[in-house]
């Protein structure tokens, strides 16, 4: 137990230092082998057999299709389309920004992608209409959180490897939660909007409201689709992952001409690396899970829960792993395949529903990247607005509020995140 702890410790004193990731796992997972006397060829066969999961196969195709949809402008046909559904509310682009995420989110599925898609675009066009660069960085970083739960997620796909949980399900779980959050932040920004006196971008036209959704309809194939394909059983993971890659390519190449074979050829390089370094953390996390669980440190968690959650609720239980998973999203990216295999026995021990509690890591994800130290959303958005982190992350505070209450109002009623699950499973 005592070198199962040092080994965590030293991972997160690691990753507080700017230590990557993938270098810290390997250190502690060296600690484990030296100090605990495990087996070193254990570990390889550990590795291999995290990675070996039938719906990680689906990870390298949808990580792909996102790349291409992002290199391939889709962002600039969603962008139109958000600014005539919206851009004639008060505080306009900033509303289009939301909106935009959301849209942007459903084809990514990933935050990191959203900001660096979306965020290109509408940052530098916020500060040209004279919103404030620091509050113009803080919303596209709150927004591109959106997409990490409208499918396909790459987070929850990461879950559904670690707990056996349907994809399927977890996707429609994310739907309205992933929605409902876009609502929440578009109310913050109007709030803000009355505040400061900003005014609406232009005057809302049905026509143009018309010819922008037509020029981006097929963009929103992907979405429905592949979660139609899957609750309905027409295909597996991993063959709608390969449909999106396939998708993603007869839309930007033949389509809308967007791309060439050297564009494919950076999609094709940039989604290797990510994939290659998501599998090699999802691998090393696997073999320090197996270390953990050898040491009996996922068994001692379900007292220490217990011992956080006030009285005998499963509310308060939530809110205990909640705190965990949020704490541990500050230092960790990503969280889910480091962190869940070692809470797995305490969500099991407790019976809680594992399609809520991935919609709730989700949660956890986002605001682990808007808070300090790692903040990846902020820094991000700070570099493309060119101002500082900490004035980021001051105006993010109204956003940041807004997450953290939506994310206890989500543990309270767990139905916005089970309901569509449920209903497409009668």
């Known amino acids: 137990m005592i070198v199962a702890l040092f080994s965590i410790m030293t991972l997160l004193l690691l990753l507080a230092i700017g230590v990557p990731m993938v270098a810290g796992l390997l250190i502690a997972v060296f600690i484990n082998v030296v100090f605990a006397g495990q087996w ?8 291999i057999s995290g990675i070996s999961t039938f719906t990680l196969i689906s990870l390298p195709m949808f990580v792909l299709a996102g790349t291409i949809m992002n290199i391939g402008g889709i962002s600039g046909r969603l962008f139109e389309f958000a600014r005539s559904l919206v851009g004639w509310m008060r505080g306009g682009l900033p509303q289009v920004n939301v909106l935009t995420s959301i849209f942007f989110g459903g084809m990514i599925g990933s935050s990191t992608a959203d900001l660096a898609g979306s965020g290109s675009v509408l940052i530098p066009a916020m500060k040209r209409e004279g919103y404030p660069a620091d509050f113009s960085a803080a919303v596209s970083a709150s927004s591109s959180g959106i997409g990490p739960l409208i499918p396909p997620s790459s987070p929850l796909i990461l879950y559904s490897a670690v707990t056996g949980t349907s994809l399927g399900a977890l996707f429609l779980a994310g739907l309205i939660p992933g929605l409902l959050l876009g609502l929440v932040f578009m109310a913050v920004v109007a709030i803000l909007a009355r505040r400061h006196g900003w005014t609406s971008e232009k005057l809302f036209r049905w026509a143009s409201v018309w010819e922008s959704g037509k020029r981006a309809l097929l963009a929103f194939g992907m979405p429905g689709i592949i979660v139609g394909g899957l609750v309905l059983g027409v295909f597996t993971p991993s ?26 050829y950076r999609a094709t390089a940039a989604s290797v690396q990510i994939t290659g370094e998501l599998l090699l953390i999802v691998a090393l996390s696997v073999a320090l899970g197996s270390a953990l669980s050898s040491a009996q440190v996922p068994q001692s968690t379900t007292p220490i829960i217990e011992f956080l959650a006030v009285g005998d609720s499963m509310y308060m239980r939530l809110v205990a792993l909640m705190i965990l998973a949020i704490i541990a999203g500050m230092f960790l990216d990503p969280l889910i395949p480091v962190l869940v295999p070692i809470i797995l026995p305490t969500l099991l021990a407790f019976e809680i529903d594992l399609v809520h509690f991935g919609v709730l890591m989700v949660m956890a994800v986002v605001i682990g990247q808007l808070t300090p130290p790692m903040a990846i959303a902020v820094i991000i958005s700070a570099k493309i607005a060119k101002c500082d ?38």
């Not at 070193?40 to 590795?47: A, F, K």
């Not at 063959?239 to 564009?263: D, P, Q, W």
């Not at 900490?390 to 309901?419: D, H, Q, R, S």
């Open 239 to 264: 063959e709608g992952g390969a449909f999106a890659a396939v998708y993603a390519v007869f839309l930007s190449a033949f389509l809308y001409r967007t791309i060439n074979l050297r564009s494919l």
């Open 389 to 426: 982190q900490v004035e980021v992350f001051k105006a993010n505070m109204p956003f940041f509020v807004a997450i953290i209450l939506f994310t206890l109002v989500l543990i309270g009623v767990p139905e916005i995140a089970t309901w569509l699950p449920e209903i497409a499973r009668d």
């Open 40 to 47: 070193p060829l254990m570990v390889p066969q550990t590795m």
